[in-house]
C-alpha cells in the first residue's frame, strides 16, 4: 500500500520546538518533492513549505520564514519540518504531499489532486 504518514505532532508551549516526520511506506520518496501544509479550523489549507527531491532546495511560506527547516533523509524514506519558536498561530493539522514538482516555488494546494497526501499530524501551540 502507497502511503505518507506523518508524526511528530503534540501540544507545546509558545517559543517551543517541534519536529515532525513525513515517512513514506510503498514507494521511494526520493522520486518526489515534498511539499508541506498546514490547516486550522476554519481556515483554508495553507502552504508552509517545499523541498527537492535531492534537498538541495527548498522554499517557505513567509509565514514561517526563518523558524521552520525542511529537510529529508531519503536513505530513511523520510523527510522533516523542524519547527522553532512556535507560536499560537501556527496551531494546526499539517500535512506532507509528494509530487513531482521543481521548487521554487512551492506548488499550490490545489494542483496537487494526484499527489500522495499523509493524513495529518495535529501541532497545538500553547500562549
Known amino acids: 500500500q502507497l502511503q505518507l504518514v506523518e508524526s511528530g505532532g503534540g501540544l507545546v508551549q509558545s517559543g517551543g520546538s517541534l519536529r515532525l516526520s513525513c515517512a513514506a511506506s510503498g514507494f521511494t520518496l526520493d522520486d518526489y518533492s515534498i511539499a508541506w501544509f498546514r490547516q486550522a479550523p476554519g481556515k483554508e489549507r495553507e502552504g508552509i513549505g517545499c523541498v527537492s527531491r535531492s534537498g538541495g532546495s527548498t522554499n517557505y511560506a513567509d509565514s514561517v520564514k526563518g523558524r521552520f527547516t525542511i529537510s529529508r533523509d531519503n536513505a530513511k524514506n523520510t523527510v522533516y519540518l523542524q519547527m522553532n519558536s512556535l507560536k499560537p498561530e501556527d496551531t494546526a493539522v499539517y500535512y506532507c504531499?509528494?509530487?513531482?514538482?521543481?521548487?521554487?516555488?512551492?506548488?499550490?494546494?490545489?494542483?496537487?489532486?494526484?499527489?500522495?497526501w499523509g493524513q495529518g499530524t495535529q501541532v497545538t501551540v500553547s500562549s
Open positions: 504531499a509528494a509530487d513531482s514538482f521543481r521548487p521554487p516555488p512551492c506548488p499550490p494546494v490545489d494542483t496537487l489532486g494526484r499527489a500522495f
